[in-house]
């Protein structure tokens, strides 16, 4: 009876050494080292280039504005100097301009360059005796004439001398020698200032700088020899910001 | 009998029984036979890869620098790609993955080269962590790199705030609170792409060129520009193990993967003149895919453009693109500059297929990307095919391009630039 028992104990164990034998056989299968081989392509590096701005207005002695540094946010610097620090227009006829020199101080080119006019507000001129009431950032019509405020953008090379007129027409040369210019553009400034007021609205310049190279623009505000009283005694507050993109 | 002389009896008997034992029994004849087979040998095979980039020289899995154990993760790099801008196609790099062992490779796979570890230590909820215990780490980790530790469904990206060397236990990272409870073993998974800003103006521009680390709107924080930038993987053929060459196209990662051409953009000149009454443009070889419709602009000289549609697929190589009758006047002469503003406009429009993409979804340890066999163009044969026999070769082309966003201002990619790379592995 005992060797019968010791048998069926001694069959029990090589069963159960059996399945584990398998098991293991089959569980350990699955982690014997076949061949691979393995090769990596790293350390790649693609450099995303710059654009930056800078500009330098009424002359080159002043101090370059900077879009990318100190008082700049998000490549945009709004503290730029005044483009025109002079502005009482004493009587029609009178004039008065200010010059910007834009570079493109970025590694990229840039395919436009843009100008808007965001922000145009009225007040009344500090020394003004008599005060006219109109608004000089909005038109203005005097018998259904306009007679408001002139705007004239111009490019001109490094040495001042006008090459292309871009507002308010088009033209070789200076605005003022455009035959579209002849009788002056009455509301032309706030033709502009109502309707250029962002990037989305804003005026194309055409392509360019490329990088390293420098654009140089005179802009001109001219109260017209027609203008109405009623601008007498008034003041425009007016910013310009120029936008490049690539 | 003395007991002397009984020792002595005692001592023959045991004698003569030892030389019957051991003696006696060679003299008994009979017959034998007997033959050999000595010096039997069995050679294992070899499974070794080779890589190369462009017309670079092959890199080998088995020997050479960076080689270690059948794997070498130093191969040439892909791009070195400057100043690169929104919207322009940045460049693309041809792979050639070769088997050079003497046994078919059953598999092929493509991820993006993802260290992954799981966690030693339990995250709780709502706790901030500025590092992260984990079991050590099998390549060196940099800073910046983005770090996923995910538990079932949750995940969260950590990013390395200070480089952590092979073998370390802890990576330090920007403190972040934990969006779950991830228990001991979490996985641990760090990005292969991470950004840094350049420290100097791409060689050959004009003094005072602005760069990277001078600017103060581009942080580097997040990794953006590998978020952002996106890439495709186009197979363009193969060469055999017998020598035979085929060159299907099949797409398998970027915008229109798992078709045969993806979205490649293109950057190529005319090689004779154009007028919108071409049938076909003369190009320089393609770097990239043309299809059927798409948009096709030749800027002349004085910035003005011709128009074209394509009225066929070309790809990868092809000199001439066909094309219907275009808009526009007047030449465009040898040299102009030819654009697909199709695929172009697709990448601008392009948020899914970007490195950082990449590198969580396709990984060692996540989707894998397991190449088969193209038997047609656009069409792969069963996975149980050998997807790179033993002498045989696969190419593929490896693009990239900064999408610009309608309307969106990429000022925070600028003078930013990414680090990233590819691993290839076959299986016996």
Redesign the interface.
């Known amino acids: 009876v005992s060797r019968r028992r010791s048998s069926r104990r001694l069959k029990v164990v090589l069963a159960a050494l059996a399945l584990a034998g398998s098991m293991s056989f089959l569980t350990v299968s699955g982690t014997y080292a076949?061949?691979?081989?393995?090769?990596?392509?790293?350390?790649?590096?693609?450099?995303?280039?710059?654009?930056?701005l800078s500009e330098v207005t009424n002359g080159a002695a002043a101090t370059p504005c900077k879009s990318?540094?100190t008082g700049?946010?998000?490549?945009a610097n709004t503290g730029c100097a005044l483009l025109i620090s002079t502005p009482t227009l004493q009587v029609p006829g009178q004039s008065v301009s200010g010059t910007v020199a834009l570079t493109n101080?970025?590694?990229?080119d840039a395919n436009d360059l843009r100008l808007y006019l965001p922000t145009c507000t009225t007040t009344t001129s500090p020394s003004a005796a008599v005060v006219g009431g109109a608004n000089p950032c909005t038109e203005v019509t005097d018998n259904g004439t306009p007679d408001g405020l002139e705007l004239a953008i111009e490019e001109t090379d490094a040495a001042g001398v006008v090459q292309k007129c871009w507002y308010p027409v088009i033209a070789t040369g200076a605005c003022t020698s455009s035959p579209d210019w002849s009788a002056g553009a009455p509301n032309s400034f706030p033709i502009f200032a109502e309707y250029v007021t962002d990037v989305g609205s804003s005026y194309d310049l055409g392509?360019g700088p490329a990088?390293?190279a420098t654009r140089y623009f005179k802009l001109t505000v001219i109260l017209p020899t027609e203008a109405s009283n009623s601008l007498q005694g008034e003041e425009a507050l007016f910013g310009l910001t120029w936008h490049l993109s690539? | 009998m003395s007991l002397g002389k009984l020792k002595a009896f005692l001592t023959l008997l045991m004698a003569l029984g030892a030389v019957a034992y051991f003696g006696g029994d060679g003299t008994l004849a009979s017959f034998s036979a007997e033959t050999a087979n000595p010096g039997s040998t069995i050679a294992s095979?070899?499974?070794?890869?080779?890589?190369t980039?462009n017309s670079g020289t092959a890199?080998l899995?088995?020997s050479g620098t960076g080689a270690s154990n059948?794997?070498?993760?130093?191969?040439?790099?892909?791009?070195?790609?400057?100043?690169?801008?929104?919207?322009?196609y940045?460049?693309v790099?041809q792979?050639t993955?070769k088997n050079t062992?003497s046994?078919n490779?059953s598999k092929l796979w493509l991820w993006a080269?993802t260290t992954s570890t799981t966690l030693t230590a339990a995250l709780t909820g709502g706790t901030s962590y500025t590092s992260l215990a984990v079991t050590a780490l099998k390549s060196a980790v940099a800073a910046g790199q983005g770090i996923v530790v995910s538990s079932g469904t949750h995940s969260q990206t950590f990013y390395a705030s200070a480089a952590a060397a092979a073998n370390a236990t802890s990576v330090s990272v920007t403190s972040q609170a934990a969006n779950f409870s991830y228990p001991v073993s979490s996985y641990v998974d760090v990005n292969d792409c991470y950004d840094q800003t350049?420290t100097s103006?791409?060689s050959g521009?004009?003094?005072?060129?602005?760069?990277?680390s001078?600017?103060?709107?581009n942080s580097t924080a997040g990794n953006p520009?590998c978020g952002t930038?996106v890439t495709y993987v186009q197979e363009t053929g193969q060469v055999t193990g017998s020598g035979g060459t085929t060159s299907y196209s099949y797409c398998w990662l970027g915008n229109s993967s798992g078709q045969s051409l993806c979205v490649a953009p293109i950057s190529v000149t005319t090689t004779g003149s154009v007028t919108s009454a071409s049938s076909a443009l003369p190009v320089s070889a393609l770097n990239g895919n043309v299809k059927n419709g798409d948009t096709i602009v030749v800027t002349k000289s004085d910035?003005s453009t011709l128009s074209f549609a394509a009225t066929q697929d070309v790809t990868f190589g092809a000199t001439s693109i066909p094309v219907g009758s275009g808009s526009g006047s007047g030449t465009a002469t040898s040299g102009s500059k030819v654009s697909d503003t199709t695929s172009i406009g697709s990448l601008n429009a392009d948020t899914t297929n970007t490195i950082t993409n990449f590198d969580t979804s396709h990984n060692s340890r996540v989707g894998p990307v397991q190449l088969a066999q193209v038997t047609a163009n656009g069409t792969l044969g069963n996975t149980g095919l050998t997807q790179l026999s033993s002498g045989a070769s696969r190419t593929f082309e490896i693009g990239?391009m900064?999408p610009?966003p309608t309307g969106g201002?990429q000022?925070?990619?600028?003078?930013?630039?990414?680090?990233?790379?590819?691993?290839?592995?076959?299986?016996?």
């Open positions: 076949i061949f691979t081989s393995e090769e990596g392509d790293a350390g790649a590096t693609a450099a995303a280039g710059t654009l930056t990318w540094t700049a946010t998000a490549n101080t970025g590694s990229v392509p990088k390293g690539t | 095979g070899t499974l070794t890869m080779s890589n980039v890199c899995s088995s059948n794997v070498n993760s130093s191969c040439d790099k892909l791009f070195t790609i400057t100043n690169v801008a929104p919207g322009v940045a460049g790099a792979v993955v062992g046994l490779a080269p350049t103006a791409p521009s004009p003094s005072g060129t602005t760069y990277g001078q600017l103060n709107f520009m930038m910035g990239i900064l610009a201002i000022n925070a990619l600028q003078g930013l630039f990414s680090t990233f790379g590819l691993t290839w592995h076959i299986d016996q």
